[in-house]
């Protein structure tokens, strides 16, 4: 028993000291402006040390090892808690990086007083002395994942290595060592711990697999917390904390919703709240907290699935339990192989949340969310579980559809109208600290008089908008005297518009082409773009004269950001590179420095109609969407038509281009949602698919549209699809027209889909498959995945779809692919319409074979998130068909 009780309590402390550490990186990073290079480095080593320590928790837990026998059972956890073991090792290891990290008079409490404390301190670790104690924990960390896979043969090396680096305790660890040889035997004879251990290793790994599933598309909310935080100044927000709201939240199961117009403060505020519940007691052992902000920066996080998906993302990290669901959706998607709908993870986001005692939820944007009408309708959802002390808050501007949803679902004291008169203190904060401590804006503080009267000035034309006092203060930076100053201050705009319309007039004249091509990208891109991205789009030229040239590039990246001043804003974020290889790829964690607007306001007043005012004289930098889409597609094509040699991309260049990934993943997306006038890209477009052969291939190598993230360098223009396989996959239609023009083969084979219809078809693409079958596409082609174009359809509910395949004599009961035939896959999917289709054009329903033996039994095995009265709609359809249906007779035997 004391190697158990030993076991559980060297992990505690380690778990503890790690919590602390990972708190005060969160500290720095929410409080430094520059957060240093080694600080992402220990924050990710210290989040898998945690994550290996409490599977190797649970494992200890499963097994049972407070027993007095546990010793002997599983004598490499007991060798682990030894004097000299591996855990003390690593304990001491992680309570030094502790020790280092903190001052002697480090808080570790929340509030204004921390953050003023960790701004006023520098970071404490040199690079050097960071990555030597990042390796040892590194090393500790691999040793322990060795431990918990039983793999005793490597685990006895590992140590054996370990002992030799450590010469003040190898006799010591040589007798550790004998005793591991001694027990290894013993180890593989005891079957029943080893395959508890092994399962325990592989539900782990299960749930880490499915986390990275769960995670496509990097949705990590961390980002916007700590931005947010970072702007945020001591003292401000205290308003709502010390609020009967925010208790009357804390202590019911209430929805609130914070509300008020642009510029307000309530993303900040949003952070102040996740940051004050994150440091609450915990009086219970199972609380959790999460949170999502909707961002208008960022295309894949303004889609409420992504919301949910980082929801069950974060709450399942925080679980100890086995979620059934989570586990039954990852095995129903093809082991994530396809990615889950809403119904399918708002099951599972309950049952993660009904394994907590208490849950908090922390959503900030709802009017930034694209579709704000399925998001408010999972809220609707979520709020009518019931459950008990689920506490969820929400931010938004007032707007009519989110009034109308959430005003039944809140009580009058959950709704708060941020006012001018709840904020002006907190803005009054603000412009104080920026004065005082303001690089430029300090240069009078030797006149108490002038700041009182800069002071004054922005609060009397603030009206509770701290975007507005943040872009003068911007603007204030630059008078160098008293008299521009002044001179400044009598001409304070009065709207945001008025602020913006200033500043885009500001712009010289060489430079407003770049400005537009700058604002355009932010405005619309498909994701964040890295300052060296930006950089690139100003050497793109369209007209191929020629389509990229290097000495158009700024002399450096930064002096884009001058072009825009305060339009634009910039951070620093941890993200992975990819580097090409000759058979695949790698990634490594690196920060960048991304590129954004500064405020949806910005966005709002660029698209807006009121830009277009004469009178302002920025008609010129307008915004509509469809030109703006159409830019950025051409300049991705131009940028890939300059790789139109075999060597014009190695593994040692691709980081040369940094607009080509960019460039090779986006310019599909972006040609279609330009529409029917292609305009430019109707002349890039032939060029890159059907002239410049080379330059196709090299967008093939830099990102398969079937394999994101799989870089290739090894493959031949005969073993790719064409690109009208690619444009129907896509569902550009205008592109598969032009390509059909210049008579592409429309039934050439290739893809995952194996033809261009099936392509076109599995996506839902009407128009797409309207235009190739006019060309003459084979309905039932055979192969692919799904073996042929109706099953693709049938199988992803595509009603209008499978309707006009049908109409062009598709084989209703054609067999093989994926689920054996058309009837299998609808009925499997729950498509109760498509069903009935199939059936009134004459499907068999009772052919054997396929992937579930018949169609009444895919049924019968529909996803879990499938509603019962779906379920039981297409099983009554199949049996209604079989009875009316006679059976095939057997056949004949002879005699």
């Known amino acids: 028993m004391a ?59 499963q097994a049972g090892f407070a027993s007095p026998s546990a010793g002997t059972r599983l004598p490499t956890f007991a060798l682990l808690c030894g004097p000299r073991g591996l855990l003390n090792c690593c304990l001491e290891e992680v309570r030094r990086l502790d020790e280092r990290l903190k001052a002697p008079s480090w808080s570790d409490g929340f509030g204004p007083k921390r953050k003023a404390f960790i701004q006023a301190l520098r970071w404490p670790l040199n690079k050097a002395k960071t990555t030597k104690a990042l390796d040892d924990i590194s090393r500790y960390r691999s040793i322990l994942n060795l431990a918990i896979t039983a793999d005793q043969k490597t685990l006895t090396l590992e140590i054996q290595k370990l002992s030799i680096s450590t010469n003040d305790t190898a006799l010591g660890t040589q007798k550790d060592v004998c005793l591991i040889k001694d027990v290894a035997s013993d180890m593989h004879a005891d079957l029943r711990s080893t395959k508890s251990i092994t399962l325990g290793m592989q539900l782990g790994m299960e749930r880490e697999k499915i986390h990275q599933w769960l995670s496509a598309g990097a949705l990590d909310p961390s980002t916007n917390q700590n931005r947010a935080s970072r702007s945020r100044q001591a003292n401000t927000g205290s308003w709502f904390l010390e609020s009967e709201t925010f208790t009357y939240w804390k202590a019911s199961s209430a929805l609130v919703w914070l509300y008020g117009k642009a510029g307000c403060g309530k993303t900040v505020l949003s952070s102040t709240i996740i940051d004050a ?380 281009f940094p607009l080509a990934r960019y460039a090779a993943e986006f310019w599909l997306y972006h040609t279609r949602k330009v529409g029917k006038d292609l305009g430019p890209i109707e002349m890039l477009s032939q060029e890159f698919c059907l002239v410049h052969r080379e330059a196709y291939l090299n967008w093939y190598r830099l990102d398969d549209p079937e394999s994101r993230h799989k870089l290739v360098s090894n493959r031949k223009i005969a073993g790719i699809a064409t690109p009208l396989y690619y444009g129907s996959l896509a569902g550009v239609t205008e592109l598969v027209q032009l390509l059909l023009k210049n008579e592409a083969d429309v039934n050439a084979q290739g893809g995952h889909f194996g033809n261009a219809l099936q392509a076109a078809s599995d996506g839902g693409h009407k128009s797409v498959v309207q235009l190739l079958l006019k060309n003459e596409a084979d309905v039932n ?51 109760e319409s498509v069903v009935q289709l199939l059936l009134d054009n004459g499907a068999d329903v009772h052919p054997k074979g396929g992937r579930y033996g018949s169609a009444l039994q895919a049924a019968l095995d529909m996803p879990f998130w499938i509603t019962k009265d779906q379920r039981e709609a297409v099983v009554q359809l199949l049996r209604s068909a079989m009875a009316s249906q006679p059976p095939p007779a057997p056949p004949m035997l002879r005699d």
């Open 3 to 61: 190697e158990g009780v030993g076991l559980a309590a060297s992990i505690v402390a380690i778990l503890q000291i790690t919590n602390s550490v990972i708190s005060v990186c969160h500290g720095y990073g929410a409080a430094a402006k520059d957060a240093p290079w080694e600080l992402s480095k220990v924050n990710a080593e210290m989040e898998s040390l945690r994550n290996v320590l409490q599977t190797l928790q649970l494992l200890a837990e």
């Open 781 to 831: 082609a055979q192969g692919g995945h799904f073996g042929n174009a109706l099953q693709a359809a049938s199988q992803g509910g595509h009603e209008s779809v499978v309707q006009l395949l049908l109409k062009n004599e598709a084989d209703v009961n054609a067999q093989g692919g994926h689920f054996g035939n058309a009837l299998q896959a609808a009925s499997q999917g729950g498509h």
């Open 277 to 656: 519940v994150l440091q609450e007691p915990q009086s219970k052992s199972e609380i959790a907290v999460a949170y999502f902000y909707f961002d208008f920066n960022d295309v894949e996080k303004q889609k409420s699935d992504k919301m949910i998906r980082s929801l069950i993302t974060q709450l399942s990290r925080q679980s100890k339990k086995k979620l059934n669901k989570l586990e039954a959706l990852f095995a129903s998607c093809n082991n994530g192989g396809r990615q889950p709908d809403v119904e399918g993870l708002l099951t599972v986001l309950k049952e993660v949340v009904e394994g907590f005692d208490e849950t908090y939820i922390v959503l900030d944007a709802l009017d930034e969310c694209s579709d704000r009408e399925e998001l408010l309708e999972c809220i609707e959802e979520i709020q009518g579980w019931k459950l008990r002390q689920f506490h969820m808050l929400v931010t938004s501007r007032w707007l009519i559809d989110i009034k109308e949803s959430l005003e039944p679902l809140t009580e009058p004291r959950g709704r708060i109208c941020i006012q001018s008169a709840l904020v002006n203190a907190d803005i009054r904060t603000y412009v104080h600290e920026k004065l005082q401590n303001d690089r430029c804006l300090k240069r009078w503080s030797s006149k108490p008089e002038v700041q009182e009267e800069i002071e004054t000035a922005l609060m009397q034309k603030a009206d509770g908008m701290f975007r507005w006092v943040v872009c003068q203060l911007d603007a204030l930076r630059t008078c160098l005297n008293l008299s521009m100053l002044r001179k400044a201050l009598k001409a304070l705009p009065t709207t945001l518009d008025e602020t913006y319309a200033r500043m885009l007039r500001s712009i010289p004249e060489e430079h407003s082409e770049y400005a537009i091509k700058i604002l355009q990208w932010l405005t619309y891109s498909a994701r964040p773009l890295q300052l060296e991205q930006l950089a690139e789009i100003v050497a793109v030229n369209v007209d191929g004269s020629p389509w990229f040239d290097c000495d158009d590039r700024f002399a450096r990246p930064e002096e884009v950001l001058a072009i825009c001043s305060s339009l634009v804003a910039t951070e620093d974020v941890p993200a992975g590179t990819w580097v090409l290889g000759e058979v695949g790829s790698r990634m490594y964690n690196t920060t960048q420095v991304v590129v954004r607007l500064a405020h949806f306001s910005v966005k709002e007043y660029l698209v807006s109609e009121r830009i277009r005012d004469p009178a302002a004289a920025t008609a010129r930098y307008a915004i509509q969407e469809t030109q703006a889409n159409q830019s950025i597609a051409a300049a991705c094509l131009a940028y890939l038509l300059q790789f139109d040699q075999h060597d014009s991309l190695t593994p040692n260049n691709p980081e040369l």
